[in-house]
């Protein structure tokens, strides 16, 4: 029985979270919006990017998350803590 030669379509995943974020997207893709205008917040949130994307070894594989699901987790812990 031999083993199938698999042929994906594609081997770059759709969808990888970037090294660093955008603070001038932030604003955009806050679900809440309570800091968006909040320079610290932005830039915070921008930075939350790089933090995720070094914590999860974003340099060693392809992590599945987009930067507007970061943004709005930042958003989440600030108001709740």
Known sequence: MAIPTLTPAS???AIVLP???SAASVASKC???VYNSSTDFLSGAADQVAYTYQKLGG???DIELKT???Y???E???LEY
Request: glycine share 14%.
């Open 11 to 13: 081997t770059v995943s």
């Open 19 to 21: 090294a660093t974020g």
């Open 31 to 33: 679900p809440i919006g």
């Open 59 to 61: 340099d060693i594989l």
């Open 68 to 70: 507007g699901s970061v």
């Open 72 to 74: 709005a987790s930042y």
């Open 76 to 78: 989440e812990a600030v």
